[in-house]
């Protein structure tokens, strides 16, 4: 069973940055496409971005586009990342968990970290 694990979260002044990092247990994390999802206060948990096994391809949610960037370094099983321009609509608990697919979709995604929260004050 793997274990992920969030770490990065924090509070950050509107225009900041913070970068999330995700590390995952185990042998098999270069096997599996990685997702990060945020839950905001009152709402569910919704698509953030999400990197295929190799790092080639990605996908953001329209939200995010142009601001956040998904890594990963599968040497160090770990997928990361990096929030620039942070507005307060960013506040919510960011989760990372793995899929055999590279898909938005949350239900393709099991493994759930115990999420980092990030709040973005204005």
């Known amino acids: 069973q793997v274990q992920l694990v969030e770490s990065g979260g924090g509070l950050v002044q509107a225009g900041g940055s913070l970068r999330l990092s995700c590390a995952a247990s185990g042998r098999t994390f270069s096997l599996y496409a990685m997702g990060w999802f945020r839950q905001a206060p009152g709402k569910g948990r919704v698509f953030v971005a999400r990197?295929?096994?190799?790092?080639?391809?990605?996908e953001y949610a329209d939200a995010v586009k142009g601001r956040f960037t998904v890594s990963r370094d599968n040497a160090k099983s770990t997928v990361y990342l990096q929030m620039n321009n942070l507005v307060p609509e960013d506040t919510a608990v960011y989760y990372c968990?793995?899929?055999?697919?590279?898909?938005?979709?949350?239900?393709?995604?099991?493994?759930w970290g115990q999420g980092t929260q990030v709040t973005v004050s204005s």
């Open positions: 990197i295929s096994r190799s790092g080639i391809s990605t």
């Open positions: 968990a793995r899929s055999a697919v590279a898909t938005a979709n949350l239900r393709d995604y099991d493994g």
